[in-house]
């Protein structure tokens, strides 16, 4: 392997040993994917001289990662990466506390930023440092993500709305995680009771007459929004309304409203109604109901779930239900300090109320909020 490309450097000031900060610095390249499993490492005398340390250091380095299972080493062969999980990168990690917890989170929504300042706030009482990862909604971005904390040596997770997280595997080597807005986890998870929320948003616009109401929704594969089209299915189901407009689009975004919008409108008979599962969704509905000329609330009824900063900014202000993020947040990192601490043991699933905030979207004058 050419020298320029496995570039380590050793800190003569730091207490951490050679052997310590090689083995780390290698463990880093594994968990970041630079070094893919099969790749060979620099022979022992090559990487001694290129460090200007005693080939002892860097073989006592290289036993270690064997050790861990990072490494193989094969007489006539060399030195090669081994495909690697969780449990062989928290071994390299050295169980040392480190005072940091990794933040994973799927977007960077507003909902997410809010939640993520209740998280710091409560992070900062201990001084404690966040790593935070957007994983874009990528299981394959969120797996990568671990392992790059674990070998950082992250004391604690918390994964916002993130899927594919084996925790319960025994042995699995993780550090205490803790699960936000994720309804099909039931160890340390702090979830908001969404299936209420689409209740009553639904509920809300049935109270205003309206029989045609249109759904929004992000990927109903992402249990959050399987969550609220339930409450909102059921509401109807209920009223002996028909659920079938229904538009599903990519993402959360102005655009992906807009579009899911412009779909619902295409069928014979459009809603005057529509609920939007996210905040940022409502506002593409709303700016797509400007762009056909259609009035709101008069010809079109609005309601988005998860308050969004700007709702109560925009002609005519939105009724939105209201999230508690920034609690979730706050009391998200608390569980985790005391996982962390070893002062509690994984729980169940704490549950957050949701409340409908009314303003003009819907028909009716604003009120204090």
Do not use: W
């Amino acid at each position: 392997m050419p020298g320029d490309y496995f570039n380590l450097k050793l800190d003569k000031s730091s207490d951490i040993s050679y052997v310590g900060q090689i083995r780390g610095q290698i463990a880093l390249l594994v968990a970041d994917g630079e070094l893919k499993p099969g790749t060979r490492l620099p022979a022992v005398r090559t990487l001694a001289a290129q460090l200007g340390v005693n080939v002892n250091t860097v073989r006592a380095a290289f036993a270690r990662l064997e050790a861990d299972g990072l490494v193989a080493t094969q007489h006539g062969v060399g030195t090669t990466v081994l495909p690697v999980g969780h449990r062989a990168l928290a071994a390299s990690a050295d169980g040392i506390a480190t005072n940091t917890v990794g933040v994973l989170i799927a977007g960077l929504d507003p909902f997410y930023l809010d939640l993520l300042k209740g998280i710091e706030s409560t992070a900062e009482e201990r001084g404690t440092l966040l790593l935070m990862v957007d994983t874009k909604d990528s299981t394959e971005r969120a797996e990568r993500a671990i392992h790059q904390l674990i070998a950082r040596g992250v004391d604690g997770i918390i994964a916002v709305s993130v899927g594919g997280i084996d925790e319960a595997e025994p042995g699995a080597g993780l550090p205490p995680i803790v699960h936000v807005d994720q309804p099909d986890r039931d160890r340390s998870s702090i979830v908001f009771d969404a299936t209420r929320g689409g209740a009553l948003a639904a509920g809300h616009l049935l109270d205003h007459g309206h029989t045609r109401i249109g759904y929004v929704t992000a990927p109903l594969a992402f249990a959050n929004q399987r969550e609220v089209f339930t409450g909102y299915e059921r509401t109807l189901r209920n009223a002996e309304i028909a659920t079938e407009l229904l538009a599903e689009v990519s993402d959360f975004s102005i655009e992906q409203g807009q579009l899911a919008l412009a779909r619902l409108m295409e069928v014979p008979e459009p809603p005057t109604a529509v609920v939007a599962s996210a905040g940022v969704l409502a506002l593409g509905v709303l700016r797509e109901a400007g762009t056909r000329g259609l009035q709101v609330p008069e010809d079109l009824a609005v309601i988005g779930y998860a308050e969004d900063p700007t709702a109560r900014f925009t002609q005519p202000p939105l009724t939105m239900i209201s999230v508690p993020a920034n609690a979730a947040g706050r009391r998200a990192m608390a569980v985790l300090r005391q996982l962390m601490d070893g002062s509690a043991k994984p729980a169940g699933r704490e549950v957050f109320d949701v409340r409908l905030i009314v303003r003009e979207s819907c028909g009716r004058h604003a009120r204090t909020d």
